[in-house]
């Protein structure tokens, strides 16, 4: 079977298809639509704009999509990013001008103090998922969430996004150099996933 995952991130897909492929399914994402219209993303929170995702895909293509919206918390900074993570430093930035965003943002706050402590404050991911069945109109959501440091000292070439930023202090290693068997047993993605499917399980029908 396929499932249709609702992002264009492909660092989500690799983990969606590492996921699913046990289960034998094969994940379809964005690209291989590329003729839908993007989504605009203006919920005030991660659940709200993986309704908007998984919805605004499902109805158009009439079966189940799942969808993802997730970002990165920081303590130091109010819970930010949080749902601008993405778009940290700019509408089309990459992930290196926001990794260098965030560093500069917790910078600034040391206001010139130098610790030589490289953990700048404690962070954690949030992924929320949405899964919607247009046929019922029907929506299962489930959200996942890993606590962690933000390090001066980024490390690994694993993951995306913020990943070689965040450092889990129980691994002494951050999130990118995990494998991505290790990132998907601990990580927010691999959280939700796990409760989705059970919440899944657990219902008669979407
Ligand atoms: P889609 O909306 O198309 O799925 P996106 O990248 O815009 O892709 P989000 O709006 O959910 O996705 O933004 C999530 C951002 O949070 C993402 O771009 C990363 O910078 C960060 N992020 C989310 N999960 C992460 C992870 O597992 N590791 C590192 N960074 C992550």
Redesign the pocket.
């Known amino acids: 079977g396929i499932l249709i995952v609702a992002?264009?991130?492909k660092?989500?897909v690799r983990e969606f298809e590492h996921a699913f492929a046990p289960l034998g399914l094969t994940v379809k994402s964005?690209y291989d639509y590329p003729d839908l219209p993007d989504v605009v993303?203006d919920g005030a929170t991660f659940a709200e704009?993986a309704f908007k995702?998984s919805k605004a895909v499902g109805d158009a293509l009439g079966i189940p999509v799942l969808a993802?919206?997730?970002?990165?918390c920081v303590d130091a900074l109010d819970g930010g990013p949080g749902v601008y993570?993405?778009r940290y430093a700019g509408e089309n930035a990459g992930?290196d001008e926001?990794n260098l965003k965030l560093l500069s943002e917790l910078e600034k706050l040391k206001q010139g103090e130098d610790t030589g402590q490289p953990l700048l404050s404690t962070a954690r991911?949030v992924?929320t998922l949405s899964l919607y069945d247009p046929s019922s109109g029907r929506e299962l959501t489930a959200e996942g969430t890993v606590e962690g440091w933000i390090t001066s000292e980024p490390a690994g070439g694993g993951?995306?996004?913020?990943?070689p930023l965040?450092y889990l202090a129980e691994f002494e290693k951050t999130?990118a150099e995990l494998t991505l068997e290790e990132k998907q047993r601990i990580?927010?993605?691999g959280t939700a996933l796990r409760l989705l499917t059970e919440k899944l399980a657990a219902a008669d029908d979407l």
């Open positions: 992002t264009k991130n660092g989500k964005m993303e704009n995702k993802d919206d997730s970002g990165l993570s993405a992930d926001n991911f992924c993951g995306f996004g913020y990943d965040f999130m990580s927010h993605r």
